[in-house]
């Protein structure tokens, strides 16, 4: 599997505001999977991405596929405390799934 | 809510005991995995299975082992627990793309 590379690895928000987390691999990925887990918790899947330059939105919540396919982002806007935990990002390769080491995200209220 | 299963939930043993954490899975996926993360931290894979009779180890060097007899069922062994074994131990499996986890074991060994 590849080696996947995330920042930051805390990212501490007011309320309200948008911050991104970026993901980022020396090669080329075969895909990039985020999950979500909140404090004491266990990962939850939040979606995958597939195709170059692909861009996918869950409300508040916009994932995108760079156009080499060796980074990947989290954009959150207007974030809310229910948004508190960590993000990973994961690559589904040759039967493994391999994390990235996470961004923890806290919120100001 | 995904149908995976870890027994037991907290687990407090002593040096040297042998240990089996169980996972099981009702959803017939193919790939099963296991991994290691201490509170807050990166999630380590440390075993991964893509079907019975297939084991293989993950990114992270353990000294546990693991067995896939049946599709449902991946148990994961310490034939002789460690403090160093402390930790989050968290199953999962998948199908296609999603990977679904389960509660995990809280494993302390003193």
């Known amino acids: 599997g590849q080696q996947v590379m995330q920042i930051p690895q805390y990212q501490h928000v007011q309320e309200g505001e948008d911050f991104t987390t970026y993901c980022n691999s020396s090669?080329?990925?075969?895909?990039i999977q985020w999950y979500k887990q909140r404090p004491g918790g266990h990962p939850v899947f939040l979606i995958q991405l597939v195709k170059s330059g692909e861009v996918k939105k869950q409300k508040r919540l916009t994932f995108q596929f760079g156009e080499a396919k060796k980074n990947s982002s989290l954009h959150i806007t207007a974030t809310q405390t229910t948004d508190v935990g960590t993000y990973f990002c994961a690559e589904s390769y040759d039967y493994k799934l391999s994390f990235g080491a996470g961004t923890t995200v806290t919120v100001r209220a | 809510e995904a149908d995976i299963y870890q027994t037991p939930r907290y687990l407090v043993i002593g040096t040297g005991k042998k240990i089996t954490l169980e996972c099981s899975q009702t959803m017939g996926h193919d790939k099963m995995y296991w991994y290691q993360q201490d509170p807050g931290m990166e999630l380590h894979l440390i075993h991964y299975s893509y079907g019975v009779n297939s084991t293989e180890k993950g990114d992270l060097s353990s000294e546990s082992t693991v067995s896939r007899i049946r599709t449902e069922h991946f148990p994961l062994t310490l034939e002789s627990a460690r403090p160093s074994h402390t930790s989050q131990y968290l199953c999962?499996?998948?199908?296609?793309?999603?990977?679904?986890f389960g509660q995990g074991t809280r494993l302390t060994v003193v």
């Open positions: 090669t080329t990925l075969s895909n």
């Open positions: 999962a499996s998948s199908e296609v793309t999603e990977a679904f």
